[in-house]
Nanobody, 124 residues
Framework: QLQVVESGGGLVQPGGSLRLSCAAS????????IGWFRQAPGKEREGVSC????????NYVNAVKGRFTISRDNAKNTVDLQMNSLKPEDTAVYYC?????????????????WGQGTQVTVSS
């Protein structure tokens, strides 16, 4: 059974950092683009970042550029999202998703498998 699981969420003060991880079981992530999405209460799910299967191409939503970094470690079968300088507006449930490419990375239906999400709360 193909499955991805997110971890690393939690409560952090504004200006702090968190590192989210997306781990796969039942398959290897090497051949897939991986996207990170987030959904705040009462809002639609939005794309945050995407990394291509090779890792050579990355994309970010404008709101997180310069603060978030996506990376992959195919040996560990994981994709991480390093989040720095966190703001209260970053508060959301964060999801990783498995797709074929990042060409339409911000479109939810472009992804085939989703994790259950991990809560990130930025608050003082």
């Amino acid at each position: 059974q193909l499955q991805v699981v997110e971890s690393g969420g939690g409560l952090v003060q504004p200006g702090g950092s968190l590192r989210l991880s997306c781990a796969a079981s039942g398959f290897t992530l090497d051949y897939y683009a991986i996207g990170w999405f987030r959904q705040a209460p009462g809002k639609e799910r939005e794309g945050v970042s995407c990394i291509s299967s090779s890792g050579s191409s990355t994309n970010y939503v404008n709101a997180v550029k310069g603060r978030f970094t996506i990376s992959r470690d195919n040996a560990k079968n994981t994709v991480d999202l390093q989040m720095n300088s966190l703001k209260p507006e970053d508060t959301a449930v964060y999801y990783c998703a498995v797709g074929s490419m990042c060409s339409r990375w911000f479109v939810v239906r472009e992804y085939d498998y989703w994790g259950q999400g991990t809560q990130v709360t930025v608050s003082s």
